[in-house]
């Protein structure tokens, strides 16, 4: 059996990219592998690591669950469970422990770090932000994980994750499955809409640069209309030399899985950026019309959200309390 184990902040409205680097893989995972175990967490503990409203974050983290659901996450079903980081304590824990076979050197090569905390003194930033990946680590590992499906961003975090399990696995024995990370062919990077050369981050400023799950018709198309592009007027997939547009078509595959980017290349053939933008902005318009219905629907039922929490909570505690247990008694801990 294959577990799978992946995580989203609840820190911000889920976007696009969100959406098409790693929530339509979970949903394609649980319906194409029946005989996985999948757990889907919504990471409030990680959301800390930077300051939250305590309402807000309450909200959002039942927000973010509304959405696994809307998506087609069914917890009722059998092979997934939703799960709130902070409710199953074994994840801190675990994290606390492995922070000891952790070096400062490998949590300072972390990019992801180091473009968050870009151009601050490094006195006034937060322990927890530095150490984030060593409770991704922790939440990983607690569940004999073999797949992680996340976007591109993650990637380093899970070959830490990878290292340090190794590490631990030698110096006392094999306790830790090492996962891997697994990334969607085209999408794995959705791309910030007025830059191409940044990522597409719910955390921007610029609320032009990207697209929301919640986004209502008129503001998906603005805000595709207003796209950056390149200079040469003609829909081709090259990343290299013309980044803005083919961010688009990796936009428009994540919404249309069914045509190739070849198959879109040459449907624009001789279109010019024009018709494709309005395509496109009508195929995302419509399915986040759809979506949000759906989304609604679940997030008005407070009680039958309570209960997704508290079954995924009995679920995985079981599961994350055996292998901490494990890893306590292997270091000498009582
Ligand atoms: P988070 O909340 O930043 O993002 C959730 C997932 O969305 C992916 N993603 C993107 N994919 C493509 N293009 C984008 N522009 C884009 N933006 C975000 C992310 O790669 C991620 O897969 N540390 C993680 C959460 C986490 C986790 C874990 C993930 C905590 N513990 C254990 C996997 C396993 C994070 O901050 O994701």
Known sequence: MTRIFSGIQPSGKPTIGNYIGAMKQWV????????????FSIVNLHAITVRQDPDQLQERTFDMIAWLLALGIDPDQGNAKIMVQSTVPAHSELAWILDNYTTIGELNRMTQFKDKTAGQKPEGLLVGL??????MAADILLYNTDIVPVGDDQIQHI????????????????????????IVQTGSRIMNLQDPS????KSSDNHLSYILLEDPPEQVNKKIKKAVTDQYNQVVYHPATQ??????????????????IEAIQKRYSGLGYGQF??????????TLADLQTRYRSFREDQAMLGRVVAEGKEHCQQLADQKLDQV????GLI
């Open 328 to 331: 306590k008694q292997l270091i």
């Open 130 to 135: 530095y150490n984030y990946p060593v409770l």
């Open 277 to 286: 933008k309005q395509d496109l902005a009508e195929l995302v318009a419509d």
């Open 159 to 182: 070959e830490l994750t990878r290292d340090i399990a190794s590490r631990f696995n030698n110096l006392y024995k094999e306790v830790f499955v090492i996962p891997k990370g697994q």
């Open 243 to 260: 980044p803005a547009i083919s961010n688009l078509i990796n936009i428009y595959r994540g919404f249309n899985g069914d045509l190739s």
């Open 28 to 39: 394609e995972l649980q319906e194409d592998s029946p005989d996985s175990q999948l757990i």
């Open 198 to 201: 940044k990522k597409m981050s």
